[in-house]
Each structure stands twice: as structure tokens, then as C-alpha cells.
Antibody, heavy 118, light 110 residues
Framework: EVQLVESGGGLVQPGGSLRLSCATSGFSFSVYWMTWVRQAPGKGLEWVAKMNQDGSERHYVDSVKGRFTISRDSTENSLYLQMNSLRAEDTAIYYC???????????WGQGTLVTVSS | QSALIQPPSASGSPGQSVTVSCTGGSSDVGGYNYVSWYQQHPGKAPKLMIYEVSKRPSGVPDRFSGSKSGNTASLTVSGLQAEDEADYYCSSYGGSNNVIFGGGTKLTVL
């Protein structure tokens, strides 16, 4: 069974940092692109970042470029999102997801809530 | 890039069909056959329903179908059931390795 489990969310002050993790199981992690998507409270989905199998390609939405870094560890079958210089508008549930088809996310985690507030 | 445009709401009675539209431009929806649709129930993670405009992942009922014409993609749910009540989001490849989501449509089963 494919599983993705996010962790690392919480309350952080503006300007602070947080590192999200996504532990995966049930599939060959090293074969797939992986993606982070976020959803602000009561709002729609927003694609945040994605990364290819070996880490040679990383792509970000403009609003997080230079602040967020996506990474992965194939020995741990895990995906990460390092978030620096956090802003109130980064407050959201963050989901990790597997790119199972061309630009389509076929498995999602349950999400982890990040709240940026003083 | 701007979000794809979806109607905020749609509704239908059980057994009826309802179609949700998703409008973009020639650089996203119109330029690639990489439109996906996701279903999200309250408090749950999104679920992939349609990929590459009209393909269904294993386990998705054939009541769900997708299509595209020009810069507008559509999701049709036939034979509406109570459990279809949810938010639906479209997404498209936007070029330059970007992905764009629509604003979401709340589908109500009357």
C-alpha cells in the first residue's frame, strides 16, 4: 500500500524557519518525481515545488523561490521542504504528493499544518 | 501565472449529470494535454480523478469523465451520487516546469 506521511508542521513566527518531512512507503521512491502542494485555510490548492528522481531538477512557484528548498533522501525514502524567511501568507496545510503520471499527483499525504504568526 | 478559472459552485440532483469547467490560456490548458482533476472532501487530502485530460486512474468510477476544447477543460460527473459532493480542482502544466491549479468548484448534490 502506498503511503505518504508528512510531519514537521507547527506554529512559527514571521521570519522563522521550519523543515517539513514526508516519509513514504509502498512504492519505489527513487523512480518518481515528488511534489509539495499547499492549501491556505479555506482556500484552494497551490503547487509549491517539485523535484526529479536524482535531485538534478528542482522547480518552485515564484512566491517561494529563494526561501524554500525541496530535497529528498532515497536511502530514507523521504521528501523534505526547508522553509526559511516564513511569512504570514505561507500559512497553509502542506501536502506531499507523488507524480504518478505526467504532471498528475496520484498519491497524497494527509498534510501538515504550518501556521506563521507572532 | 494566474490560477485557472473555475466556477465557484455547481449542483445537480442525484442521477443527473453535471459539468465543471476549467479555463486557462494557450500557455497552459490549451497548450498541453496535461490537465488533471482532483476531488477533495472536507478535511481530507485531494484525490486524483482524471489525468491527461480524459484518463481515469484505476478505481475511479467511469461516471467521471474529462475533456478539453481549446483553452477550456471540463469534468463531467454522470449519475450523480451523494458521495460526489466535494470540492473539485483542475490543474494544468503551465510550461517552464510549473503547475497551475484552478480555484476550485464546490459541487453540491441536491
Amino acid at each position: 500500500e502506498v503511503q505518504l506521511v508528512e510531519s514537521g508542521g507547527g506554529l512559527v513566527q514571521p521570519g522563522g524557519s521550519l523543515r517539513l518531512s514526508c516519509a513514504t512507503s509502498g512504492f519505489s521512491f527513487s523512480v518518481y518525481w515528488m511534489t509539495w502542494v499547499r492549501q491556505a485555510p479555506g482556500k484552494g490548492l497551490e503547487w509549491v515545488a517539485k523535484m526529479n528522481q536524482d535531485g538534478s531538477e528542482r522547480h518552485y512557484v515564484d512566491s517561494v523561490k529563494g526561501r524554500f528548498t525541496i530535497s529528498r533522501d532515497s536511502t530514507e525514502n523521504s521528501l523534505y521542504l526547508q522553509m526559511n524567511s516564513l511569512r504570514a501568507e505561507d500559512t497553509a496545510i502542506y501536502y506531499c504528493a507523488r507524480d504518478g503520471f505526467a504532471v498528475a499527483l496520484d498519491y497524497w499525504g494527509q498534510g501538515t499544518l504550518v501556521t506563521v504568526s507572532s | 501565472q494566474s490560477a485557472l478559472i473555475q466556477p465557484p459552485s455547481a449542483s445537480g440532483s442525484p442521477g443527473q449529470s453535471v459539468t465543471v469547467s476549467c479555463t486557462g490560456g494557450s500557455s497552459d490548458v490549451g497548450g498541453y494535454n496535461y490537465v488533471s482533476w482532483y476531488q477533495q472532501h472536507p478535511g481530507k487530502a485531494p484525490k486524483l480523478m482524471i489525468y491527461e485530460v480524459s484518463k481515469r486512474p484505476s478505481g475511479v468510477p467511469d461516471r467521471f469523465s474529462g475533456s478539453k476544447s481549446g483553452n477550456t477543460a471540463s469534468l463531467t460527473v454522470s449519475g450523480l451520487q451523494a458521495e460526489d459532493e466535494a470540492d473539485y480542482y483542475c490543474s494544468s502544466y503551465g510550461g517552464s516546469n510549473n503547475v497551475i491549479f484552478g480555484g476550485g468548484t464546490k459541487l453540491t448534490v441536491l
